[in-house]
């Protein structure tokens, strides 16, 4: 397309503020595949950071205005703040800058665009509708917000016409996109410190989404879902329902789980197919669901999405069974997943409770952000009440200033007999030893540096 963004910015080159963000990470290796000069900065030497300089980005640690170039574009994520030096400086001299959805939208304006939303499963869904759209010869673009368990990239420039992102609903910001179709995993009371803590006005801002959609184009809807069913009551636009429920146009039933895998029939138009996949777990039951939904509008064949579906292996952090730690000169069921709120850890522990039931749940959690603490801690204590024993890590704070509401506040608050309280990671492995046994799955359960502790024993991940 001669009338593109690569035509009219050829001689122009990118900067991003914060680029070793999930969600930066992938703008920036989009725009270098595509053939810009892109640069930028972050306050640690991360592994985005470390994979970013592989493919020969620039990135400097440290903010620091003399780093930008004069006919730089400025990109920034949601984490940066308004007095950033970096952002000072490139309003003072009356630079262009973008936010991460602007620059997205720009692109998305290339290509039919396909975004996935919603509070839980977002990554897992646009990792799985990628790869069977890859599988099925329509090579598409994609963005995703984690790493996935192969060599796959996180981020990859197709050559058809599709684009696909994970949208994060966390910030209002995300209207700016204008997909033509758009998926809703589910809708949660997730991030309202950033709709002034109102449900309604995260629900507002998901409805003005919804609707920028062409006339032509489709919602997918968990209709097992309270909130989404409540939302698609006020949008004049197609909708596809998924979930258990026979009355929604795509439902499954029937799970079985066997040797790692997970089986359950799918029904649709009247007719059952057998799904195998590597995914565990109900809520994986529904990534599927919205992955499947949005391939079938498009007019891949549900037979040859199914086969798709046995050669994804997901990604990384999402219910990662290890079955040979050794702990104690014992192997001991390790768990490891991303999740941190509260339904996404009832999920897991609903899960290994299906899989182990014989098993007890030593669960490690580390509470992600003292706001969303402040904002579910009920919830919160629901779940880890039902474990047989907690070991609680210090808050990580993604960058917010500490409050009450932190990891010891819960600590306090739990019922449970069985409970540690560690004010650092530094005796968690001596912690971990004291508590587990061959009849416990260790559960390490949070978003943060919590990712680390998988290191700490010796590990043959199967």
């Known amino acids: 397309m001669k009338n593109s963004i690569t035509h009219h910015l050829k001689n122009k080159s990118f900067y991003l503020i914060g680029i070793g963000g999930a969600g930066m990470m992938g703008i920036a290796e989009l725009l270098h595949n595509l053939g810009f000069i892109v640069h930028?900065?972050?306050?640690?030497?991360?592994?985005?950071?470390?994979?970013?300089?592989?493919?020969?980005?620039?990135?400097?640690?440290?903010?620091?205005?003399?780093?930008i170039k004069k006919d730089d574009i400025i990109i920034f994520s949601n984490a940066i703040k308004k007095n950033n030096i970096e952002m000072l400086f490139a309003r003072i001299n009356n630079m262009t800058i973008l936010s991460r959805m602007e620059i997205l939208s720009e692109l998305m304006r290339l290509k039919y665009g396909i975004s996935i939303t919603g509070s839980h499963g977002k990554t897992t869904?646009?990792?799985?509708?990628?790869?069977?759209?890859?599988?099925?010869?329509?090579?598409?673009?994609?963005?995703?917000?984690?790493?996935?368990?192969?060599?796959?990239?996180?981020?990859?420039?197709?050559?058809?016409?599709?684009?696909?992102?994970?949208?994060?609903?966390?910030?209002?910001?995300?209207?700016?996109?204008?997909?033509?179709?758009?998926?809703?995993?589910?809708?949660?009371?997730?991030?309202?410190?950033?709709?002034?803590?109102?449900?309604?006005?995260?629900?507002?801002?998901?409805?003005?989404?919804?609707?920028?959609?062409?006339?032509?184009?489709k919602v997918f809807i968990n209709g097992d879902d309270k909130n989404s069913l409540d939302l698609a009551k006020n949008i004049?636009?197609?909708?596809?329902?998924?979930?258990?429920?026979?009355?929604?146009?795509?439902?499954?039933?029937?799970?079985?789980?066997?040797?790692?895998?997970?089986?359950?029939?799918?029904?649709?138009?009247?007719?059952?197919?057998?799904?195998s996949t590597k995914l565990l777990g109900k809520h994986n039951v529904y990534n599927v669901l919205t992955a499947m939904a949005v391939c079938i509008f498009i007019g891949i064949k549900l037979s040859s999405i199914i086969t798709s579906l046995t050669s994804f292996h997901g990604v990384s952090r999402r219910f990662d069974i290890h079955k040979k730690i050794s702990i104690n000169n014992k192997k001991v069921l390790t768990i490891d997943d991303y999740g941190h709120h509260p339904s996404e850890i009832q999920s897991t522990i609903g899960t290994i409770t299906e899989i182990y039931p014989n098993k007890k749940i030593l669960i490690v959690f580390q509470p992600h952000r003292y706001s969303r603490t402040k904002s579910s801690w009920r919830e919160m204590l629901k779940v880890l009440?039902?474990?047989?024993?907690?070991?609680?890590?210090?808050?990580?704070?993604?960058?917010?200033?500490?409050?009450?509401?932190?990891?010891?506040?819960?600590?306090?608050?739990?019922?449970?007999k069985n409970k540690i309280y560690l004010k650092s990671l530094r005796n968690v492995k001596k912690t971990i030893e004291a508590f587990v046994d061959e009849d416990t799955v260790l559960l390490l359960q949070g978003a943060g540096d919590i990712k680390n502790i998988i290191n700490l024993f010796n590990n043959d991940k199967t």
């Open 236 to 275: 004049n636009r197609n909708i596809f329902t998924f979930g258990f429920k026979k009355n929604n146009d795509l439902y499954a039933s029937n799970i079985l789980y066997s040797k790692n895998r997970m089986k359950f029939d799918v029904h649709y138009n009247k007719k059952t197919y057998l799904v």
């Open 385 to 416: 009440n039902d474990t047989d024993k907690i070991i609680l890590l210090p808050t990580y704070s993604a960058g917010e200033k500490k409050t009450m509401y932190d990891s010891e506040f819960l600590y306090k608050k739990l019922k449970a």
């Open 125 to 217: 869904t646009t990792s799985l509708l990628s790869h069977i759209l890859y599988k099925n010869h329509l090579d598409p673009t994609y963005l995703i917000g984690g790493m996935l368990k192969t060599d796959d990239p996180h981020v990859k420039l197709g050559n058809s016409s599709y684009l696909i992102t994970e949208t994060d609903e966390s910030n209002s910001d995300f209207t700016k996109l204008k997909p033509h179709l758009v998926a809703i995993t589910n809708l949660d009371a997730e991030h309202l410190e950033n709709y002034n803590n109102s449900f309604s006005n995260l629900l507002s801002c998901m409805r003005e989404f919804v609707k920028s959609i062409p006339f032509y184009g």
């Open 40 to 67: 930028g900065s972050d306050i640690d030497n991360t592994l985005s950071v470390k994979r970013l300089r592989k493919l020969k980005i620039k990135v400097y640690i440290g903010h620091n205005p003399k780093n």
